[in-house]
Nanobody, 124 residues
Framework: QVQLVESGGGLVQAGGSQRLSCAASGLTISRYSMGWFREAPGKAREFVAAISWSTIRKYYTDSVEGRFTISRDNAKNTVYLQMDSLKPEDTAVYYC?????????????????WGQGTQVTVSS
């Protein structure tokens, strides 16, 4: 059974940092490109960041470019999202996802496995 389990969310003040982790079981993430998405209340799930299986390519949505960093540790079967200079508009439930496509993907529909999400709340 494939599971992606996010952790590291919580309450943080604006300007602060958080690191999210996504631990995978039932699959070997070295064969997958991985992504992070977020969903704010009343809004559609949106792309945040993605990393190719080879780690060479990384994509970010414009609003987090330069503030967030996606990385992966294939030996630990874990993906990370380092979030710095957080803003209140970053408040959302954050989800990690896996796709068999070789390159990082921005579209929700290309991902086959999803975690349950972790809440990130940024206070002003």
């Amino acid at each position: 059974q494939v599971q992606l389990v996010e952790s590291g969310g919580g309450l943080v003040q604006a300007g602060g940092s958080q690191r999210l982790s996504c631990a995978a079981s039932g699959l070997t993430i070295s064969r997958y490109s991985m992504g992070w998405f977020r969903e704010a209340p009343g809004k559609a799930r949106e792309f945040v960041a993605a990393i190719s299986w080879s780690t060479i390519r990384k994509y970010y949505t414009d609003s987090v470019e330069g503030r967030f960093t996606i990385s992966r540790d294939n030996a630990k079967n874990t993906v990370y999202l380092q979030m710095d200079s957080l803003k209140p508009e970053d408040t959302a439930v954050y989800y990690c996802a896996a796709t068999l496509r070789s390159g990082p993907q921005r579209s929700v529909g290309t991902y086959v496995y999803w975690g349950q999400g972790t809440q990130v709340t940024v206070s002003s």
